[in-house]
């Protein structure tokens, strides 16, 4: 589960305490508000635990997905000349 996910299950929750009427579309837009109360949670490189095994996953901005690429396109162009 995301921390976005686990902050708006805890105002859902925080919600639904004082009225029984409250939705979790509610608690989203609630959530959404107050975003600024869940802190830092975009890590460049996070490391999660799903059904005991690690997953090492890794935000690459896509500017240096598109670099990457024409590099690779670079290296075969050398290759024909």
């Known amino acids: 589960m995301t921390a976005w996910n686990d902050f708006?299950?805890?105002i859902y929750h925080e919600g639904h305490?004082?009225?029984s009427n409250y939705s979790f579309k509610q608690a989203l837009k609630d959530a959404s508000a107050r975003k600024s109360e869940m802190g830092k949670t975009g890590s460049v490189v996070k490391?999660?635990?799903a059904m005991g095994v690690k997953i090492k996953?890794?935000?690459k901005s896509?500017?240096?997905r598109k670099s990457s690429k024409?590099?690779?396109k670079s290296k075969t162009q050398r290759r024909r000349k």
Do not use: F, L, M
């Open 57 to 59: 996953s890794s935000k």
């Open 8 to 10: 708006v299950k805890k």
């Open 17 to 19: 305490n004082k009225d």
């Open 62 to 64: 896509r500017k240096s």
């Open 47 to 49: 490391t999660e635990t």
């Open 70 to 72: 024409k590099s690779k």
